[in-house]
């Protein structure tokens, strides 16, 4: 299992838009991503389960990556979150 947190740095958090994407992005890794906040999770696969967690700037997430190609997943990930939210 790979593990990461980030502080939302998108004005608006996590919307729709970039909800779709990171959805759109998992699903290109055999791993299962999951998102944390506050003790809520939600399958980053998941669009509508992302958007209901209501990340905001400047919330931190912790974001699990756990499969077959955890490693791999896990910095590509971390780089989408650097790059879109």
């Known amino acids: 299992m790979q593990k990461f947190i ?3 740095t998108d004005e608006v958090g996590i919307h729709a838009r970039p909800a779709g994407y990171l959805a759109k992005k998992t699903k290109e ?3 299962v991503v999951t998102i944390e906040k506050n003790g809520k999770k939600a399958v980053a696969s998941k ?3 992302v ?3 209501g990340v905001e700037q400047g919330d931190e997430v912790t974001v699990t990556v756990e499969g077959n190609d955890e ?3 896990s910095a590509e990930m971390k780089k989408f979150f650097e790059e879109n939210l």
């Open 51 to 53: 958007m209901s967690l």
């Open 47 to 49: 669009l509508m389960a």
């Open 71 to 73: 490693e791999k997943a």
């Open 6 to 8: 980030y502080k939302i």
């Open 29 to 31: 890794f055999e791993s």
